[in-house]
């Protein structure tokens, strides 16, 4: 490569730096916060010894839980209607990759719509899934923008508490 082309190279670089950085500061930054699922159902069982709680929804599915907060597990039995909580702690950073299925801990999702006051972001997943996080610092959420992909890498801890349903 000779001399002037050389420089041409390089000042096409060197005049398209600050785009770049530009760019690079208008991305989301990462942040961490919360998903919350809550659903009611009735107890198809439940096994007090390894806190495990079978719920049935009003659709017929079913799922069974590892209870944490056991503060109300003495007070639910089969035929019982209740409230399930989980809370999952998760990561949610800018993607660079497309929608897709992926784990059940790790996922891509589009950016429906957020709230920078209270740091709620409604995300949709590749099946097309809605869901919520709540970012433990609201002012993270600023710069998404609707359509934008995230990753969202949850905690493999869930924290699951059943409680009788309010009558």
């Known amino acids: 490569m000779n001399k002037k082309t050389l420089g041409i190279v390089a000042g096409a670089l060197i005049a398209a730096a600050p785009l770049v950085s530009s760019a690079a500061e208008a991305l989301p930054a990462a942040f961490e916060g919360n998903s919350v699922l809550q659903a009611d159902g009735v107890v198809k069982g439940v096994d007090q010894v390894r806190h495990a709680v079978t719920v049935v929804d009003a659709h017929g599915g079913e799922a069974s839980f590892t209870v944490t907060d056991t503060s109300n597990l003495a007070q639910i039995h089969p035929g019982s209607k209740v409230h399930v909580r989980m809370i999952r702690s998760a990561l949610v950073s800018p993607s660079h990759g497309a929608l897709a299925a992926q784990s059940p801990q790790n996922l891509t999702a589009e950016v429906v719509a957020f709230d920078r006051?209270?740091?709620v972001v409604e995300l949709r997943g590749p099946n097309g899934d809605v869901f919520h996080i709540q970012s433990h610092?609201?002012?993270?959420?600023?710069?998404?923008?609707p359509g934008m992909h995230v990753d969202v890498a949850y905690?493999?801890?869930v924290s699951v508490a059943v409680a009788p349903a309010a009558q």
């Open 117 to 119: 006051a209270s740091g």
């Open 137 to 145: 610092d609201p002012m993270k959420v600023a710069n998404l923008q």
């Open 155 to 157: 905690a493999p801890q």
